[in-house]
């Protein structure tokens, strides 16, 4: 093998470096097909009964690295190329077949072992010559009947077929990809203007698991942009989906039982001027600005919850603990006490403020002891080493908090509406039967009033799905797939906003953005138009 690398420098000055040493031939079949890495430092040669061999090129000799048979019939290897970026190697069949071999992590810790990932459109005759684009992972094949094919290797797309009457010999591919030379095998020139400005773009690519170069499997990638020139964009939208979903999710979890248990309680129960300023005041909450509230729950929550964690969870096993306790303390003292039972009703919650802050209190205190005793000082720092869970500062569940701020007023309105407007005769009727406030507001009220209700939710989670500057800014914005809620996520409306200023007017990115869009207006279409129509 003789080898001359060129090196040109800033200034024009060539720098020329020429080395020669012997590869061994193989022990069976012949050489028919070899390509060179752009660094001149990897060689792969196949043979006539389908081996391909990796070697690696250091100064003065050739290390082999790895034998791969891609034909088990032995068929042989007609053509072998690099796709651009010199990590993928397409192998043409004597078959006609044309197929991509990646590597991909071995057995063994550090290692790597070519397997094939993509399989392009067959020839009818063997490939003869690959042609790969200077632009993207798609290349032009041709085969021994002179037939001409331009696949992308991502996509698997097969974005032009040629089948000349003179069959072609070579062809060049314009470095835009909007130019085809072709010659004959009579020696003439022929120029075709083509044009496939998003061959990189696919149903697969865009919600199918893809297996990208330099990931060890198949998955939902999102990634637009980076620093080289041989990037692939890979533009899944499942994952802005699956965030979506997520968000909206978790949101609904705080903001469902609080907007309508309280809808509950200051219909049903609240009398007065508690009842009078609660609902005013609730709805008022619904006019803050979405970035106000992202903002505080990005800087100024997410750095409490981190610190006190474990009280958050605590807290959450104390609160209805307490309530109950107390609902049950408070029971018999009603059955004994008669100035309890006369106590003026709608105003219980002054006295079940208290018990709650007290709860929240002693998971404030319980919190930190619990993480000495059982979590070596540091609960984050245990979630990983015991469990593997990582734990981003703007999670879920700071989401659940923000996010369910700004829906809590609408499914809080709604649903108090719906209660007030059930006919006070319903009512009157079941309390003249002996029922109980409670029973009557659970077996009578609710289900007449559950059609508003449900209209509310739906609304909310709609108004959850659209919302832009809190899950921007207090998610981390981080397209992964995972149910943690000690994990981020990317929704549609944030991939949108943030990657707009990046997306070039008529491009792939551009396009791509533009379906983000009008995949999230028919989520919030559907669910506006599913609460109107309850």
């Known amino acids: 093998v003789h080898r001359e690398m060129v090196e040109i420098d800033l200034f024009g000055e060539e720098n020329r470096a020429v080395s020669t040493f012997r590869i061994p031939p193989p022990k069976a079949g012949r050489i028919s097909a070899f390509t060179l890495s752009e660094e001149g430092d990897r060689l792969y040669s196949g043979t006539n009964n389908g081996l391909v061999f990796a070697w690696r090129l250091g100064e003065e000799s050739a290390e082999l690295q790895e034998t791969v048979k891609v034909f088990s019939d032995g068929t042989g290897i007609s053509s072998l190329a690099l796709v651009f ?23 063994t810790p550090g290692s790597k072992v070519l397997r094939r990932i993509h399989e392009l459109r067959s020839h009818s005759a063997p490939v003869v010559t690959i042609i790969p684009s200077r632009r993207d992972k798609s290349l032009i094949s041709i085969d021994a009947g002179g037939s001409v094919y331009w696949d992308h ?130 709805e008022i909450m619904a006019s803050i600005p979405s970035v106000v509230i992202g903002f505080l729950a990005a800087l100024w929550l997410a750095p409490i919850v981190e610190g006190h964690l474990l009280s958050l969870f605590v807290a959450v096993i104390l609160i209805p603990s307490f309530f109950l306790v107390f609902m049950a303390f408070w029971q018999q003292a009603t059955e004994r006490s008669l100035a309890v039972r006369h106590m003026r009703k709608g105003y219980e919650f002054l006295i079940v403020t208290p018990v709650l802050l007290l709860a929240v209190a002693a998971a404030l205190a319980l919190g930190p002891a ?86 509310g939710i739906m609304i909310g989670f709609g108004r959850a799905v659209g919302e832009t500057m809190i899950v921007l800014m207090a998610t981390g914005n981080t397209p992964i797939m995972d149910w943690s809620i000690f994990n981020g996520m990317r929704t549609l409306s944030a991939n949108i906003a943030v990657e707009i200023p990046e997306a070039p007017v008529g491009g792939t990115l551009y396009r791509v953005l533009f379906l983000c869009a009008v995949i999230l207006f028919a989520m919030t279409f559907v669910l506006n138009t599913g609460a109107e129509l309850v």
């Open 370 to 455: 619990l993480e000495q005793w059982f979590f070596a000082g540091n609960f984050k720092n245990w979630l990983y080493s015991s469990v593997g869970v990582t734990y981003d500062q703007r999670n879920c569940i700071i989401i659940a908090f923000g996010l369910g701020f700004t829906v809590v007023p609408i499914i809080f309105s709604i649903a108090e509406d719906a209660l007030s407007n059930v006919p006070p005769s319903l009512s009157a009727a079941s309390l003249a039967l002996g029922a109980s406030r409670w029973q009557t507001v659970w077996r009578v009220v609710l289900p007449s009033a559950s059609p508003g209700i449900f209209a």
């Open 153 to 282: 290797m991502t996509s698997e797309r097969n974005l032009l077929a040629l089948f000349p009457e003179r069959p072609v010999r070579l062809a060049a591919l314009a470095g835009r990809n909007n130019g085809l030379l072709t010659l004959d095998k009579d020696g003439t020139l022929h120029a075709f203007a083509i044009s496939c400005p998003h061959p990189e773009v696919s149903w697969r690519t865009l919600f199918g698991k893809v297996w990208y170069e330099s990931y060890p499997k198949p998955d939902y990638v999102w990634q637009s942009s980076s620093g080289s020139d041989d990037f692939e964009p890979k533009l899944s939208i499942t994952p802005l989906l699956f965030g979506t979903v997520k968000g909206t999710l978790y949101a609904m979890l705080f903001a469902v039982p609080l907007a309508i248990f309280g809808a509950v309680y200051v219909s049903q129960f609240c009398r007065g001027p508690a009842q009078r300023l609660i609902k005013p005041t609730v």
């Open 85 to 107: 970026g010199s990590i993928s190697l397409a192998v043409g069949g004597g078959d006609g077949s044309l197929t991509t071999w990646m590597p991909v992590p071995g057995p």
